[in-house]
């Protein structure tokens, strides 16, 4: 008996460590993704701006997409 509930908690443990390193996978994917659509933000910008050259209009919210990057940076270091 006791030797099964050794070898139980080795799997759940096991398995958590497993789950936790494919989330890194996920996020990867998720990144790749994001990179993307800030490209295209980007495109639309420029397009935005030489169609109207003296607005002041934010077209994509850049700071606050800045502001929660360096919340990633600062949690991952």
């Not at 397009?47 to 919210?61: D, G, L």
């Not at 997409?65 to 360096?70: A, L, R, S």
């Amino acid at each position: 008996m006791y030797n099964r509930n050794i070898n139980e908690q080795d799997d759940k443990v096991a398995q958590y460590q497993k789950e936790r390193i494919e989330a890194f996978d996920v996020l990867e994917t998720k990144l790749d993704v994001i990179k993307k659509l800030l490209r295209l933000a980007k495109i639309e910008t420029i397009k935005a701006y030489r169609e109207q050259p003296n607005t002041f209009a934010v077209i994509k919210p850049t700071d606050i997409i800045g502001d929660y990057i360096t919340d990633i940076e600062t949690l991952l270091k």
